[in-house]
Each structure stands twice: as structure tokens, then as C-alpha cells.
């Protein structure tokens, strides 16, 4: 049994149909950084009027997570913990990281070098160091994949069952969970962004991108601990 199927379970008496259930909420950055991939000459117009309306339930998302952080988790899976959130009207499930109060607080350290194909490009202007976090784009003509290491009391996913799928996984030796996820625009584009992500014990790392979870794989592979 997927995630996905223990979440449509616990839902099923509050979604009569599984249309009505409500659409996943990507954080601004990663909403940004996409964009700059695949709108490089910017946003369609029934995106940009939206803008606007998206900060507002940023800002709600973030008051209702502060709220449901101390609240009792549903589920355990893949080595993390989820707890259901109510948003804008909805529930959503959030995705938090286990033992996160041991872990350091900023990024004393990249964890791991990436071997990138050689047809990748790194996007530099999409690239940082934080202080909670390093981000790195690559992309090759229209698609793109991301690798990320973020501080595990940093790390919030607000996934929807109907839009994801999470299936557990093994990576370099830690628990880890595969996720796929549909992406609907307002202008009608959609794509799928297939992912893998693990808590190493100090960090939380993810790899995820427009390419085949197949070369996901081989990219998480490649990559090599500092």
C-alpha cells in the first residue's frame, strides 16, 4: 500500500468525489524557480493576475502550519511524519522530518557531490547557498531537475493525496519515499515532477524534475558523499 492510498483512506468521508479535492500548494520559491524554466519570456497573463491571490494563501499556509507543528501526527512513512492541516478550506497533509531538534540548524556542510550528465546545464541564476538550505538547477532544453539540501527544521511538504504519490524507498542507505507529482497551470499546461528525497540523519536532501524518475534514479546514484 502507497502513501497515496493510506491518505485516500483517511480522507475518504470529508471528499464525497475526488475532484472536489483541493490542488497542491507549491512554496514561492520553488513556484519561482520553475517558472523562469519553463516561462523564460515570462508569465502567461492568467498567472501573473494570480500572483497576488497565491502570497495571501502562502501567508495562510504558513499561520496554519505553525499551528499544526505541535499537533499529533497521523502517520509515519518512509521516515517521516505526517499531520493533516486544514488550508484555505482544505485539508492537505503536511510532511514533516523525524528527531529534527538534534539536527544542526543551518548548513554546516554539503553533504554530497553531484555527477550531472554532461547534456545538463546548471542554471546559475537559480542556484544558492543559505543559511537553511542549498538549491541547484539543471536544465536541458525543456525539462529540468533539482537537487536540494534543506535543514531538517526547515523542511515542510504540504502534499495532497490526489495530486501525489509517495511510495517508501531505500536511498544510500537511509529511509526515503519517491513522490510524483501532477502539475496543473491556469493557462492549462500541465507536467509531472517525479522526485526522491531522504533524511541522511542531519539533512534532508532531494533530487526532482521534469525528467524520468528512471534518471532521477541514476542522478541519485551518481552522487557522491563529502
Not at 519553463?38 to 493576475?49: A, I, M, Q, S
Not at 511524519?81 to 482544505?90: A, E
Not at 538534534?102 to 555527477?115: L, M, S
Not at 543559505?130 to 537537487?147: G, I, L, Q, T
Request: with cysteine; glycine share 6%; proline share 4%.
Amino acid at each position: 500500500m502507497t502513501l497515496k492510498n493510506v491518505l485516500e483512506e483517511i480522507c475518504a468521508e470529508e471528499y464525497a468525489l475526488p475532484e472536489n479535492a483541493p490542488r497542491h500548494r507549491f512554496s514561492r520559491k520553488h513556484r519561482r524557480a520553475v517558472n523562469k524554466i519553463l516561462y523564460p519570456n515570462g508569465l502567461p497573463k492568467t498567472e501573473r493576475k494570480l500572483k497576488l491571490k497565491r502570497r495571501v494563501l502562502v501567508i495562510t499556509a504558513v499561520v496554519v502550519l505553525a499551528v499544526i507543528t505541535g499537533a499529533a501526527y497521523i502517520i509515519r512513512y518512509g521516515g517521516f511524519r505526517f499531520s493533516k492541516g486544514r488550508i484555505d478550506g482544505y485539508d492537505y497533509f503536511v510532511m514533516l522530518t523525524e528527531n529534527a531538534a538534534t539536527a544542526p540548524k543551518t548548513i554546516e556542510k554539503i553533504c554530497y557531490e553531484y555527477n550531472v550528465p554532461e547534456k545538463y546545464q546548471r542554471r546559475d541564476s537559480l542556484c544558492h547557498v543559505s543559511e537553511d538550505d542549498a538549491y541547484e538547477v539543471y536544465v536541458d532544453k525543456n525539462v529540468f531537475f533539482f537537487v536540494w539540501q534543506i535543514t531538517k527544521s526547515t523542511f515542510v511538504n504540504v502534499i495532497q493525496p490526489d495530486q501525489d504519490e509517495c511510495t517508501p524507498i531505500e536511498v544510500k542507505g537511509y529511509n526515503g519515499l519517491l513522490v510524483v507529482t501532477t502539475i496543473d497551470y491556469d493557462n492549462g499546461d500541465k507536467f509531472i515532477e517525479n522526485g526522491v528525497l531522504w533524511d541522511c540523519g542531519e539533512y534532508i536532501h532531494m533530487v526532482s524534475g521534469t525528467v524520468s524518475m528512471e534518471e532521477i534514479m541514476s542522478i541519485v546514484d551518481g552522487m557522491t558523499e563529502n
